[in-house]
């Protein structure tokens, strides 16, 4: 049990920073993609000449919206998930049953990963058929956006899932041998149940 602790209590305190900047990021990225559709908006039918590049701006940012968001939801239990079952079981049983569904969890997340991976190579042959970066005031002209920084969110918020994934699993193998065990929590969670 010690080991686990060991092994938790710096995993834990990892994912709270990385989930905070996550959320932090998530917010960013939903005010700047509302703004990006409110400006749309304004230029399609208030101006009557629609911009190229909002609609796949706002594409991109609710891209890595959800992968910053996705995994903070993945800890704290805001997937959909039927644990009627794991509830009727004894506690080390339902504990048992969790791990393993844990388990093929894990090893979705980590094919996903790869998978993720495999579609970042290619886009970095392919430019964004509307994002672009105005670098015209240094001289340097357009530059056009690899869609490869739009597919990262994938790996991205796969890779911070698995590492909730990895602390969710030592928290069940901690619950296996003490159902009783205080374990560390997620003080973030806590402050949002309060608000």
Excluded at 21 to 37: N, Q, S
Excluded at 158 to 176: D, R
Aim: hydrophobic share 60%.
């Amino acid at each position: 049990m010690t080991v686990i602790l060991a092994l938790l209590k710096p995993l834990a305190a990892l994912n709270t920073v990385l989930l905070r900047f996550g959320r932090t990021f998530a917010w960013v990225a939903m005010g700047l993609m509302v703004l990006i559709i409110i400006l749309q908006v304004f230029f399609r039918y208030i101006v009557g000449n629609a911009l190229a590049w909002p609609d796949e701006g706002a594409r991109f940012l609710m891209l890595w919206m959800t992968a910053m968001i996705a995994p903070t939801a993945y800890r704290w239990g805001g997937f959909v998930s039927i644990e009627m079952l794991k509830d009727l079981l004894p506690a080390r049983i339902g504990s048992f049953l969790g791990l393993v569904l844990l388990a093929v969890s894990l090893t979705v997340l980590i094919y996903g990963f790869q998978l993720g991976l495999n579609h970042v190579k290619s886009g970095w042959l392919f430019n964004s058929s509307s994002l672009k970066l105005p670098l015209e005031v240094f001289g340097l002209g357009l530059v056009r956006i690899k869609l490869a920084w739009v597919y990262m969110s994938l790996p991205t918020g796969l890779a911070l899932m698995a590492l909730v994934n990895v602390e969710l699993c030592l928290k069940a193998i901690a619950h296996l041998i003490d159902p009783a065990a205080k374990l560390p929590e997620d003080h973030d969670r806590m402050i949002v149940a309060v608000e």
